[in-house]
């Protein structure tokens, strides 16, 4: 964290999401056309808008932004429900909809005999639903590919991201139950909020003027 | 004894002047053990930044626990009554799990505790030294107070579920109005009722522009008497012209443990809070003791950040001198280097990996320097 830093430092998610999400940006006064220029470069910056922009992994974004290496950034409800990082959540960017839910095979019912085998990537969201329903659970931590869990029976079901429900499908799988719905948000960093306040209220204000223009 | 600046930490040297700052307005010093009985933490887990703990089994068989918190054993060993106040400041290490490094880590917090006054003037006092720790530090501050009073008064017009009132407090500690909104909207409580908690969270900037439209709400909800309490305290700051101390109503605890004043520091440069502190009387009370508290901890080790990158030699001079060189005059050569104001490392052959400034051999008679790198 840069001191005497002027720039606003916001963390991009790498991919479709990013490029949606910086369109947003550009038309809340924050523009940076060197980075629709295809290139490998990370980092971009606009001196004239004050604005530096950079592309990291989507699941890395709170990182950057509860450390202080960004000023703010936009990282998907999920990220944050999972991590808790200390970071104020300032809009909802009403964009990346998906829902986070526990998926089966069709069919499935569950055996509460005994507890109930959890595939995930989110350990810590699972954990937090099951023990609001009272579910004992074994907790099987995967990195990828989690629907296959349940075919080959390492889990009873699965609990993931579902955007179109086409992956669950093709796998003969089913949504069972919905967590949370999830959209991309606006973090900013707490203590770059004391000192950057003014440009990021300008952010904010921008980003909530064009949503209600979507 | 003369101390040689650059071979003290920002930490190092801010410890000192907090030690001297807090004795200067009256406080005492608070020694402790590094040790507490584990009990103390198990029963208050939820007041622990993590309730991980560092145990092991006394020869005696009782469990202790290497201490994660020091406010805790100060509030514990508070004997007094209403007439007995306590002033104190610590400086000590505490050891917790620091959840982004996943282990466990010494880190150092010095502190005051205000215990057994109820006044504003007290409280403020407390508000006071927290922005002079901060101002000590460095110049670019920013001291963030908010008063749990008001947001559980506004909290409890929405709704009188416990659990709803702690997701609602969450998100307003996250500045989250829509998520404020999307957990009425899942319980069902009409956004009306919420209209003081929305219009709350949002209240941030100095006294001057936030206290007015606090004043309104506060007069709304009931809460004047804390609306008070926090406008007397804050009449300690006489004139704050670059704006540093701001009333930030996101500011929030836990209720369990906090009631009052709440309120956090940060510095420009550091991406979290630095200085972190409120009134506990509701801790008091679950301790079984009948006192208002005030105290605040600054986290010393977050300072590191701000050290100066380290100096890119690691020695003014390296004396190189051969085996069959004469001890005595050696050192004598390399004291008179010394004797200048320089660093002066002997060696036989060069450190791998070490840089210095110049480089000398030491040859009977005298120093021949390598490059003409001599004074």
């Known amino acids: ?214 | 004894m003369l101390i040689d600046e650059a071979t003290v930490t920002r930490a190092e040297k801010t410890a000192f002047a907090l030690r001297a700052l807090y004795r200067e307005h009256g406080y005492i010093p608070y020694r402790m053990g590094k040790f507490e009985e584990y009990d103390l933490y198990s029963r208050h887990k939820d007041f622990l930044v993590s309730d991980s703990v560092i145990t092991f089994t006394d020869t005696n068989g009782r469990l202790l626990a290497l201490k994660p918190d020091v406010t805790l054993s100060i509030a514990k060993n508070y004997r007094g009554g209403e007439d007995k106040a306590e002033k104190v400041y610590y400086d000590e290490n505490v050891y917790r799990a620091v959840r982004s490094a996943g282990s466990f880590r010494e880190i150092r917090q010095a502190g005051v505790e205000s215990i057994g006054s109820r006044d504003a003037a007290a409280a403020g006092e407390v508000l006071l030294l927290a922005a002079r720790s901060l101002e000590l530090i460095s110049e670019d501050f920013v001291l963030d107070l908010s008063h749990l009073g008001i947001l559980t008064a506004a909290l409890e017009k929405v709704t009188s579920s416990l659990s709803l009132q702690e997701a609602l407090l969450k998100a307003a500690g996250e500045k989250n109005l829509h998520g404020v909104r999307s957990l009425l909207a899942e319980s069902g409580v009409p956004e009306e009722k919420a209209a003081a908690l929305l219009r709350l969270i949002p209240l941030c900037g100095t006294p001057g522009k936030v206290l007015p439209a606090l004043s309104e709400i506060a007069f709304e909800i009931g809460a004047e008497k804390e609306f008070s309490f926090l406008q007397r305290a804050l009449s300690v700051f006489s004139g704050d012209p670059a704006g540093r101390i701001r009333v930030d109503l996101s500011v929030t605890g836990d209720r369990n443990y906090y009631n009052g004043l709440i309120f956090k520091g940060f510095l420009e440069g550091l991406p979290a809070a630095v200085l972190s502190g409120g009134q506990y009387d509701n801790l008091m009370r679950r301790l079984g003791k009948k006192a208002s508290a005030v105290g605040f901890a600054v986290y010393l080790e977050s300072l590191e950040a701000l050290d100066p990158a380290p100096p890119a030699l690691d020695g003014d001079v390296l004396l190189l001198y051969g085996e069959r060189d004469d001890p005595g005059e050696v050192t004598r050569a390399a004291d008179a280097l010394r004797a200048e104001g320089r660093s002066v490392r002997t060696a036989l052959t060069v450190p791998a990996g070490l840089r210095f400034g110049k480089v000398g051999i030491w040859e009977k008679g005298g120093i021949k320097w390598q490059n003409g790198t001599g004074f």
């Open chain 1, 1 to 214: 964290m840069a001191k005497r830093d002027r720039f606003l430092n916001v963390a991009l998610p790498k991919g479709r999401l990013g490029e949606k999400v910086y369109a947003m940006f550009a038309s809340a006064g924050f523009p940076c056309p060197a980075l629709l220029e295809n290139s490998r470069k990370l980092i971009f910056e606009n001196p004239g808008a004050g604005i530096r922009y950079f592309w990291v992994k989507p699941s890395d974004v709170a990182i950057y932004v509860e450390r202080g290496a960004a000023d703010v950034g936009v990282a998907g409800k999920d990220i944050l429900l999972e991590y808790e990082p200390e970071i104020y959540e300032l809009l909802d960017l009403d964009v990346g909809h998906c829902r986070m839910a526990v998926a089966a095979p069709k069919g499935f019912r569950d055996d509460t005999r005994r507890p109930l085998r959890v595939a995930t990537k989110f350990r810590h969201i699972t954990e937090r639903y099951y023990a609001s329903l009272g579910r004992e659970i074994d907790i099987i931590h995967l990195n990828g590919s989690i629907e296959i869990a349940p075919i080959l029976g390492l889990s009873d079901v699965i609990v993931d991201i579902v955007e179109t429900g086409t992956t669950l499908r093709e796998n003969d799988l089913e949504v069972v139950e919905t967590i949370v719905p999830i959209s991309a948000r606006l973090i900013a960093n707490r203590s770059s909020f004391k000192f950057k306040t003014e440009e990021m209220e300008k952010l904010q204000k921008g980003l909530a003027a064009a949503l209600r223009q979507l």
